[in-house]
């Protein structure tokens, strides 16, 4: 049986997950979200992310503060992991460290982090924080998550650091999960890569090629041998999931045709100062055309569209280089989640591992 997790991406905000005008069932209230965080563990569903922002962008006028909705979900749920987004140049890392302490115990070891080192800049002066070079935000982040784990795991912590000083801190009770809460991230810069190879847990990628991922998933284990841990893979992609290929494509081009062209660009101006800004120009974005930036993290690249048995073998095949979880995101999430738990999931779980390689291994 394929050990592969599903994840999917929390409809916290205003606007669904494709910036266009066409309708999307989808709803970004408590009852709803807490309906559907119960779907989605019912349905197979590993883990659940909780998206951070602060000021609007790409047609989310409206949102909730990511930590809080895993706060208050966790008492709504029972096995699903629950992972808040955090920027690391809006937050101290210790009282991070004890805020996500403390929805763990009580959630019974279900509370994860995913650090954002930031690609908004916008959001950093309206807050009146310093704007950091990309590298730099990087930089901080390993920081970041330094005091995270040395706070969940040392009876007494100190650390010196160019961003952070902790002196002889402590927290109690530490965390259920052991050794610590597992910490995400994503990007795909070098520095991103870099600091997940020596930090992180997880590195979440945007939606790419089969071919793309497998370079990025060798390229990162390879920096992980050399620190003596591995890397889990978390994907972005969004299903279309529908009866015929012909139907799934269609429903992909009306999405595209009805998008907002102002705001999509609005949005490509913005995450200039992502892979763009990067000195190999190989960041997040950095070549994403207009309609990938209409899904705002590169989904449709991955080409989740079709019925049950494309999908499933699309996955399967990023499960072979190395995936570990697919972060799904759906135009409309009140039928379609659920359907993709019924329809999917159980379909690759389902499929031999004879063809998965031996990846990641270390002495």
Request: with cysteine.
């Amino acid at each position: 049986m394929v050990d592969l997790q599903f994840g999917y991406w929390m409809p916290l905000g205003s606007g669904g997950y494709v910036i266009s005008s066409i309708p999307q069932r989808t709803d970004w209230s408590l009852d709803y979200n807490a309906n559907l965080a119960q779907t989605a563990e019912d349905l197979g569903f590993d883990y659940g992310l909780a998206p951070a922002r602060f000021i609007a962008s790409h047609g989310w006028e409206y949102q909730q503060e990511a930590i809080t909705c895993t706060a208050v979900l966790s008492a709504q749920t029972k096995r699903l992991k629950l992972i808040s987004a955090v920027h690391t140049g809006l937050w101290h890392p210790a009282v991070v460290a004890k805020m996500g302490a403390t929805i763990d115990n009580y959630s019974g070891g279900r509370f994860a982090i995913n650090i954002l080192s930031g690609w908004f800049k916008d959001e950093y002066r309206a807050f009146g924080e310093h704007w950091l070079d990309h590298d730099e935000r990087y930089r901080r982040s390993e920081e970041f998550i330094q005091v995270l784990k040395g706070m969940w795991t040392q009876d007494e912590f100190t650390f010196k650091g160019d961003f952070f000083r902790i002196n002889q801190g402590w927290l109690k009770p530490r965390p259920t999960s052991k050794p610590h809460p597992e910490v995400f991230q994503g990007g795909n810069s070098k520095a991103a890569r870099r600091m997940a190879g020596k930090y992180s847990d997880w590195y979440f990628m945007n939606g790419n090629s089969v071919e793309a991922v497998k370079a990025q998933i060798d390229e990162i284990s390879a920096i992980a041998q050399q620190e003596g841990r591995t890397v889990k893979f978390g994907l972005n992609g969004f299903v279309i999931l529908r009866d015929t290929e012909e139907e799934a494509h269609a429903q992909l081009q009306d999405i595209i045709a009805n998008a907002d062209p102002k705001i999509v660009n609005a949005f490509g101006e913005q995450v200039k100062q992502a892979g763009a800004s990067t000195r190999d120009n190989i960041g997040m974005w950095a070549d994403s055309d207009f309609a990938n930036l209409v899904q705002p993290n590169d989904g449709f690249k991955t080409k989740l569209f079709g019925p049950p048995e494309v999908i499933a073998d699309r996955i399967r095949q990023y499960y072979d280089v190395g995936v570990d979880l697919i972060l799904c995101a759906f135009l409309h999430y009140t039928d379609e989640l659920p359907d993709f738990g019924r329809r999917v999931i159980p379909l690759v779980r389902q499929l031999s591992t004879d063809r998965r390689p031996v990846l990641k291994q270390v002495a």
